[in-house]
């Protein structure tokens, strides 16, 4: 079992970010894992200029799980307001996936929105066709909210298409406190 130790990211941590975020979600390298989207997205995932601005915004944090010196998995959380907290960028490694970092990454990612932020709900949107994603936070107490918002398909920031007909659905689940 891997000893994961969480900390919130800091500027000098933009690279070892966007290197593991990539390769979570895009290219060959992210098919080594089962929770990519290198099947109807190519491009960029995110970059330094937005991962920077997500660490120097107090409204944001990014939560860093190690595994001893190597970064295996990191969580995106965003303060909306009203005990709100928007949760994204969750990757974990590829080459791990399935071994339960995700999970415990979650949990810590919960407890921190709830103690950073005063978090009583969670908010996520996770592409609609990636059924097997959202059966897997399904299972992590996260229900569809029957709400959609739409892919920014002319936006190449967030990637390029392979289809046009994406759409996000809106999953949330409620927060117990700590």
Known sequence: MIDLAFRVAVPGDVTALHRLIESAYRGESARQGWSHEADI??????DAVELSGIIDDPAQLMLM???????????????EGEGVVYLGMLSIDPTLQAGGLGRRLMAEAEDAARTRFGATRMRMTVIKSRHELIAWYERRGYALTGAEEPFPVDDEKFGLPRRLDLVFVVLEKGLAPS
Request: glycine share 14%.
């Open 65 to 79: 799980a190690h595994d001893g010196d190597r970064l295996v998995g990191c969580v995106r959380l965003v303060d």
């Open 41 to 46: 997205l190519d491009g960029q995932r995110t």
